[in-house]
């Protein structure tokens, strides 16, 4: 049973940075597709950005040159650093992972088998 726990959320003022963790527990995520997404008001659930286990990132267009994905596979937690953030960023973001090594293309949402509770992050 995989558990995935979500911190760093927050609120802050456009151009600010953030960093949010997933801890894994329950199974090491070594093996998996893993992904963050998130979901404005109103809108639907949208990948920011997705590792394969070779590595290869592929980060939605909106995020590009200010989000980075990174993991520590010791303490299997998976981050996402977030610089010169928007007020577009605000949203619920999700930890999340598929059972396969590699990230479908595109990476939507239902493509994903286990999720965190989600952490909230509000830019203004």
């Known amino acids: 049973h995989v558990q995935l726990v979500e911190s760093g959320g927050g609120s802050v003022q456009a151009g600010g940075s953030l960093r949010l963790s997933c801890e894994a527990s329950?199974?090491?995520?070594?093996?998996?597709?893993m992904g963050w997404l998130r979901q404005a008001p109103g809108k639907e659930r949208e990948a920011v950005v997705t590792i394969s286990r070779d590595g290869r990132t592929d980060y939605a267009d909106s995020v590009k040159g200010r989000f980075t994905i990174s993991e520590d596979n010791g303490k299997n937690t998976l981050y996402l650093h977030m610089n010169n953030l928007k007020p577009e960023d605000t949203g619920v973001y999700y930890c999340a992972g598929r059972g396969n090594s590699w990230c479908a293309n595109p990476p939507l949402s239902r493509t994903f088998g286990f999720w965190g509770q989600g952490t909230q992050v509000t830019v203004s």
């Open positions: 329950g199974a090491n995520f070594n093996n998996a597709c």
